[in-house]
């Protein structure tokens, strides 16, 4: 990296170069949803009980082939200006994000525990103490999900029990790695390669958190109150920084695609019992209460590797306040940095919108 520029024309063209491969990828991942959006309706009758869950499975094999491929075209594209760019020895971004996939028998029950500690210490309380203090995001839940929609891709929520426990066996794990491999694998692992690490962290997070926020602009959501969209934006916000500060420093996705899925379908068999005139009390008592004493005894047993994390953790999200030495900031440069990341992950959000 050039030592003539000033911090913030680096920090600047950091995010620029960053947001062009995004723009790239986006594309790719557009081009291949078509064939779920437009030739999966030709093929089979959308009314089918197959349908939702084909279409969540092809939907999230999507970015595990096109953000590969479509790496590809961005390192050929940008060669030279990711030469000028990327400080550490960039072989192949591509190999690169499919390594976070890998599992072998050594790390396997690693990635597990890391799995099991996600879900039973951040996500299960998380969504425990917001349904307990905001009874009405369940219901808020239960409409945007729209399951009696013309066109709506959740009906499975009004199927019978049987179908509907089949389809949270398919469909929340399909979910989980859409975003996982998107957000977690694609925007937070190689953000790193160009812009700061924390700054990697932050920007994707508050895109992610954003996503979830967008649930304000459908149709069912239409004159609801906004409290709602804020704590969803709030949760996913901090699970995303969470999620993605152990995908960095790990190297590993299965422990967030394990929590996520799981997650996901404990709020589904939330949402089809309160669709079907069960109080939250029910799952509150048994379901969310054994998870709760679950997570209170895993807390003990892995205290100490909670501790260290959690140590490892608050220095690496201080040191996203703290001037970056790497390109010589300077107080001002850091508050711009800052903006910045949260500007470019509006950016994001908004390509999104527009092309995902």
Known sequence: ?????????????????????????FLGIFIFMLIPTYL???LIDVNSVIFEPLYYFLRAVIPITAIPLFLYLATFIMEKQRKKLILEEDISPSSNFLSLFKI???????QLLYGVLLLFLIFIPLDFFT?????????????VLNPAGEFSLNSYFNENYYIFLISIIIIPLMVALYEESLVRGFLNNRGSDYINRMSAVILPSFFFGLLHFNIIFII?????????????????????????????????????IFAHTLNNVISSFTIWNYINGKEFSFMSMYVYLPLLITGILLFIWQFSRIKESLSIGLKEFK?????????EERSLDTIVRIIMDFLFGLIIFMIGVVIL
Request: aromatic share 20%; glycine share 2%; net charge positive.
């Open 1 to 25: 990296m050039r030592r003539t520029e000033t911090p913030l024309k680096i920090i600047l063209r950091q995010r620029v170069y960053f947001l062009f491969e995004v723009l790239i990828i």
């Open 40 to 42: 999966l309706p030709f």
């Open 104 to 110: 072998t028998k050594k790390n396997f029950k690693f």
């Open 131 to 143: 349904y307990f203090f905001s009874l009405e995001m369940i219901s808020f839940t239960s409409i």
């Open 220 to 256: 069912p959501s239409l004159g609801l109150p906004i409290i709602f969209p804020i704590i969803w934006f709030l949760q996913t916000f901090f699970v995303g920084i969470i999620l993605a500060m152990v995908v960095l420093r790990k190297h590993w996705i299965f422990p967030a």
């Open 319 to 327: 040191s996203y306040f703290a001037r970056d030495k790497n390109i």
